[in-house]
């Protein structure tokens, strides 16, 4: 079976073929982070505009890279939501506009499954059931996960996600948008001892995240400092403090979801879970109590079409029913993961 994805909920515009056969054949992306860098956040309007620009470009590059010809797709599968309105809805048109035009049947999948899922992408993948941290610039969410949509929150952040933390942490040290690799970068320079910032909930009694107290914290620290006063030095100590502190707590919290639900697998997924320092911290967690830790490949961390191919091609194996000759698409810009049901 061959699937197109498509994926568009906000800065990333995404395009790939996956064959449950031979795998991906063919995958394009397009960031919109320069556009959007000098606003420091994404333009809900600008971001839309620009999907219809990227996305036909991109589709024909996925189909001239893999020699796939338009007929031999057997479903199109397109990003439905969580996400910007308007940029879902390029993705959605697309997807209907082609499937109407090609007589092929259209699924609309959950992005967040897509981010869950693309650790199964991988060369290693884990098997079910397993742990799930999701750990994405919207969203941080801990999951059990018994199978393709059957979905367990297990715990998530009651304010920030850790992908927003690291962004907002970086804009206060001036660093540019999105910050996040670039305030794990600098955090390689840092004196571990400089500054001890708080550990949100690091002793809650359950698997919750908050991480709004640790971005005012760096304010707080900035602040001190006096803005102009911030040498290279303090700002790599600031980071080093910051990334430490955010890689303890989400440590903590995949370690005790492990051990109060018996699981041995650990699945890593979204942008924050390219982060080295994150990685490293988790992989010396796993290996002293003898778990295994499962990470999507680096350029499938962040948004991206191969993902959305991926995950409806997963439901679709199970239910080949799931995608349907019905074009009449309806975006979910607001859309809970555990709310899914299972193929
Ligand atoms: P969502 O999927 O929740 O809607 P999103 O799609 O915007 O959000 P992703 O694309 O999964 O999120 O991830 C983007 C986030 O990952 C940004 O906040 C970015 O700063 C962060 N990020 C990417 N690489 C790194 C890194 N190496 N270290 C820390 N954070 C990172
Ligand atoms: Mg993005
Ligand atoms: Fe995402």
Redesign the pocket.
């Known amino acids: 079976m061959l699937v197109l994805g498509i994926e568009s909920?906000?800065?990333?515009t995404g395009l790939a073929l996956y064959d449950t056969q031979q795998g991906l054949r063919a995958h394009a992306l397009y960031s919109q982070v320069k556009m959007h860098e000098e606003y420091g956040g994404v333009v809900p309007e600008l971001a839309s505009r620009d999907h219809i620009r990227r996305a036909i470009p991109l589709l024909e590059q996925v189909f001239a890279e893999s020699g796939a010809r338009r007929e031999d797709i057997d479903a199109i599968a397109y990003t439905q939501g969580?996400?910007l309105a308007g940029a879902l809805l390029v993705g959605s048109s697309i997807a209907c506009g082609l499937g109407l035009a090609l007589d092929k049947p259209v699924l609309g999948v959950h992005?967040?499954e897509g981010?869950l899922l693309s650790p199964l992408l991988a060369s290693d993948p884990p098997a079910f059931p397993f742990i799930a941290l999701?750990?994405?610039?919207?969203?941080t969410q801990l999951m059990r996960v018994d199978g393709v949509g059957r979905y367990t929150m297990l715990g998530e952040t009651l304010d920030d996600?850790?992908?927003?933390a690291?962004?907002k942490s970086?804009k206060l040290l001036g660093l540019g948008y999105?910050?996040?690799?670039a305030?794990?970068r600098l955090a390689e320079f840092g004196d571990p001892d400089a500054y001890k910032l708080p550990r949100p909930m690091l002793h809650s009694k359950n698997l919750d995240f908050s991480f709004s107290g640790l971005k005012t914290a760096v304010l707080t620290v900035v602040k001190n400092h006096g803005d102009a006063n911030l040498c290279e030095q303090d700002k790599a100590n600031i980071a080093r403090g910051f990334v430490d502190a955010i890689v303890d707590v989400l440590t903590a919290k995949c370690m005790n979801a492990l051990k109060e639900t018996g699981l041995k697998r650990l699945v890593i997924a979204?942008?924050?879970g390219?982060?080295?320092q994150?990685r490293e911290s988790l992989n010396a967690a796993a290996a002293k109590r003898r778990y295994k830790v499962y990470y999507p490949e680096l350029e499938f961390?962040?948004?991206n079409g191969a993902m959305i191919a991926f995950a409806g091609a997963m439901r679709l194996q199970i239910d080949p029913t799931a995608a349907k000759k019905d074009y009449a698409f309806n975006v979910r810009p607001r859309w809970p993961l555990d709310s899914l049901a299972a193929p």
């Open positions: 909920s906000c800065d990333e969580p996400g992005h967040l981010h999701l750990v994405s610039g919207g969203h996600a850790a992908g927003e690291f962004d970086a999105p910050g996040g690799p305030i794990s979204g942008g924050v390219a982060n080295r994150l961390c962040t948004d």
